[in-house]
């Protein structure tokens, strides 16, 4: 499956070992049926992908949004452009121009997440969580690293140092530090499902979930509950200026001052009850301003 690499340039390590990124050239652009194209299992292992609203935005570019070939590899696995293959099938398309390079399984994840950096579809924990997937990958260098360097011949083990290394490595590849990749590695076996698909859709950030998922598991619900609904207030606040602020300016004034007290007390947790009944509350103003505007306007 994974063919000889044609041509290889590489990067030294903190530790010193030799890690390659050896993908062979850019081969001439060919097309390639949509439907025979296929996502890394690295990415699909953690069912990640772009929003509606993404693949939306690259619809509002017309065919311009095919101008770029995919690079995908051998084995037909996608690298780079998955988004733009997203929108190929809902579209029906039956071909899209690629690249072929050749280059591992590894290799591949670590390309695509390379071209994933700074992506809003796949965020910081996305990365992250495929870039764990490259551990062993990393892990096995650094012991072909001890073998060359003539240290700790025959054993199997990492040294302390090595393993610090692995997860530079990792951090390195996913674009963030490594303080976060320890943090995501204890949020995978301690986070309940729920916190983790907010982490995957950006509705949280990796150090809050962290300190949450410290907690019981009946804990981190709650707190999540109390984000969502939080974010929904604020949410609702901003639609209600938008759309009332010219014929109710003071009600708009004490919304905004209602915004600036609820984020004074979020982080208040003996509120917790009262999230979801003020969220409510707030909804329910859009109907009521709407109904004494619309009194005004027939006055």
């Given amino acids: 499956m994974n063919a000889p690499l044609a041509s290889a340039s590489s990067s030294t390590t903190a530790s010193g070992y030799q890690q390659a990124h050896s993908i062979t050239p850019a081969g001439p652009v060919i097309e390639r049926r949509v439907l025979e194209l296929l996502p890394h299992p690295g990415f699909t292992k953690h069912a990640l992908g772009y929003s509606p609203q993404e693949i939306s935005r690259l619809s509002d570019r017309g065919e311009s949004a095919y101008l770029s070939p995919l690079t995908i590899t051998q084995d037909d696995y996608i690298v780079d452009g998955y988004a733009v293959w997203q929108l190929a099938k809902l579209q029906h398309r039956a071909t899209l121009p690629c690249i072929v390079r050749h280059m591992s399984q590894e290799e591949g994840l670590l390309h695509l997440i ?36 003539g240290r700790e011949k025959g054993s199997s083990q990492l040294t302390e140092a090595d393993r610090l290394d692995v997860r530079f490595e990792i951090a390195r590849a996913a674009g963030v530090s490594a303080g976060n990749v320890s ?105 009521l301003l709407t109904e004494t505007e619309g009194a005004n306007r027939a006055a």
Avoid at 115 to 138: C, H, Q, T, V
Avoid at 252 to 263: H, S, T, V
């Fill in 114 to 149: 390379e071209k994933n950096r700074g992506s809003k579809g796949i965020n910081d924990y996305a990365r992250i969580l495929m870039a764990l997937e490259l551990e062993p990958w990393f892990k096995t260098r650094a012991k072909s690293n001890q073998r060359m360097g």
């Fill in 183 to 287: 943090k995501v590695k204890q949020l995978i076996t301690r986070a309940i499902p729920e916190l983790q698909d907010a982490l995957r859709h950006g509705e949280i950030r990796i150090h809050r979930a962290s300190e949450w998922a410290k907690t019981s598991p009946t804990s981190q619900r709650r707190r999540l509950a109390d984000h969502r609904h939080r974010r929904g207030i604020h949410r609702t606040i901003n639609t209600l200026l938008k759309k009332h602020e010219a014929r109710q300016p003071s009600i708009c004034d004490g919304l905004r001052d209602m915004q600036r007290g609820l984020k004074k007390l979020q982080s208040e947790e003996c509120l917790s009850p009262l999230w979801e009944s003020l969220s409510q509350i707030i909804r329910g103003l859009d109907p």
